[in-house]
């Protein structure tokens, strides 16, 4: 469980609880947590970005463990979270953003070229971001996006896979941009 003290980006930082499965080696973690966004749903200083409704978490039916977590942040940026797998088969996470341009973001992403270990162990300066390539995100309508990747990592090439909406921000409205202009 995550527990910050309110809503506000200048509020102290809270905690982060982590009850792991000892058998499988995961110790119990309680950590600091640092607010990079206002939450949705509390009286914030911002305004949410017009195409927050777009937020969510997406999927391709057809390619289990692999999606998506979006977010449309205020200043006009798109923020993705891809959850994958490495040539090898291991599961791997890349992170992009970038500028939206009406229903489509070009994302510039980066993934964990080096790594540390978990709870006690964790040393972040042994995480290494290095350049992944680009994501391309085109919202079809308010629940399916074009997602597209074009990756500089020997291994991964590019490719284009329709993706279906899972989850949404409750209480946020979808309504589509205009596609942008060519």
Request: proline content about 7%; aromatic content about 10%.
């Amino acid at each position: 469980s995550m527990i910050l003290p309110g809503c506000a980006l200048d509020e102290p930082e809270g905690i982060t609880v982590y009850s792991g499965n000892a058998q499988q080696g995961y110790e119990p973690l309680v950590t600091r947590a640092l607010r990079l966004g206002e939450v949705m749903g509390c009286k914030v200083s911002t305004t949410p970005s017009a195409n927050a409704g777009l937020s969510g978490s997406y999927f391709d039916p057809f390619r289990n463990g692999e999606g998506v977590i979006v977010e449309w942040l205020p200043d006009g940026r798109v923020l993705v979270v891809m959850f994958t797998y490495d040539p090898d088969g291991e599961q791997m996470w890349i992170y992009a953003d970038g500028p939206s341009n009406g229903n489509s973001a070009v994302m510039n992403a980066l993934y964990p070229a080096a790594s540390t270990s978990w709870g006690s162990g964790f040393d972040n300066s042994e995480i290494q971001l290095e350049p992944w390539g680009t994501i391309t995100m085109t919202w079809d309508d308010c629940n399916n996006v074009t997602f597209e990747y074009d990756s500089i990592v020997p291994g991964y090439g590019s490719a284009e896979r329709s993706y279906a909406r899972l989850s949404t921000l409750q209480g946020e409205a979808c309504a589509l941009p205009p596609a942008a202009a060519r």
